[in-house]
């Protein structure tokens, strides 16, 4: 069973997520942070995790840094699940920081399970 | 690549630019790129968090700028003492009235063809509120700057703008730097 990291400062948004990707036989861990994010992952890994962008004190960008930099970490699937709409620099950054995909909210559910699928098979 | 000579270059490309200046020339070198915006574009929206109207206008005069091709939005006068707001100026109460900024910033653009918008500076905003709701206000911006189909500028200090410039990277579509060689500036690319 894949295992995945929902990372969102609005717990409604973990809860949805959650359900939606439960619904569907993956095991899903939630995070209100990216300081949670951080903890929970030095105790288990995880096959992706889904990460917002406006979050307070470290935001999306700071947080896949961190575990890009992190040499157990850095090989983690990641893909961006967030409201914010990036530029020509924002989605460069992202593809250097090997995001592998772009989500933007509100999301579609069935779509929003088709592109995880997609990126753990 | 080739050097961009002017901001009309630099802009034709990208709709929105990060403007990184040093420290130690930043009020200067922002004068001097609010000049060369003047002389480029007919309207621009300057919207300033700590520098009071007045001053600037008095630093536009002084280097032969003319303030009728910019509209402002002054966050900080009223904090000292009630003003009314003038034909190119909104006072905002504070800078910490956010609610108060997005709605001067929705009214400029309801009311005036903006070219270009010039926050001075998205930093100085980390001083009253937490990283994210500068982010958001950062976004908003941007999202505001792409309806209405105008430029926007956002400048940092080089050295110490800290994290916040490089999370507002993100809404940029590139990053320039502004150098000063003696009293002659240009840009650089950042690679």
């Not at chain 2, 997005?102 to 100085?124: M, N």
């Not at chain 2, 958001?136 to 050295?159: N, R, S």
């Not at chain 2, 993100?170 to 009293?183: A, G, P």
């Amino acid at each position: 069973m894949y295992k995945i990291m929902v990372v969102d400062d609005e717990p409604d948004v973990i809860e949805v997520v959650t359900d939606i990707l439960e619904s569907k036989g993956y095991y899903v861990i939630g995070a209100i942070s990216g300081d949670e994010c951080l903890k929970k992952l030095e105790k288990e890994q995880v096959d992706l995790i889904l990460m917002d962008f406006f979050m307070p004190e470290l935001d999306g960008r700071m947080v896949i840094e961190k575990i890009r930099e992190n040499s157990k970490l850095r090989d983690t699937k990641i893909a961006v699940l967030t409201s914010a709409t990036f530029k020509k620099r924002g989605v460069e950054i992202l593809k250097e920081l090997n995001v592998l995909d772009y989500i933007i909210k509100p999301f579609d559910a069935d779509d929003l399970v088709m592109r995880i699928k997609k990126i753990l098979e | 690549m080739k050097m961009p000579q002017n901001f009309k270059e630099i802009l034709a490309e990208n709709a929105v630019i990060g403007m990184v200046i040093p420290d130690a020339k930043y009020d200067e070198m922002l004068i001097n790129a609010a000049g060369n915006l003047g002389k480029e574009y007919n309207k621009i929206l300057y919207i300033s968090i700590n520098k009071p109207y007045k001053k600037l206008v008095g630093k536009f005069k002084q280097n032969h700028i003319n303030p009728d091709k910019f509209y402002f939005i002054d966050c900080i006068t009223r904090t000292a003492g009630d003003v009314n707001s003038t034909e190119n100026c909104i006072y905002v109460s504070s800078p910490k009235a956010l609610d108060e900024i997005k709605t001067a910033i929705f009214d400029v653009f309801r009311k005036q063809e903006i070219d270009v918008a010039l926050i001075d500076s998205p930093s100085v905003l980390s001083t009253y509120y937490e990283h994210t709701d500068v982010l958001k206000l950062m976004h908003l911006l941007m999202t505001k700057l792409d309806v209405a189909e105008c430029k926007g500028i956002f400048p940092f200090q080089k050295e110490s703008a800290g994290p916040l410039r490089r999370s507002i990277e993100m809404f940029t579509d590139e990053i320039v730097y502004l150098e000063s060689d003696n009293d002659k500036w240009g840009f650089k690319y950042e690679f």
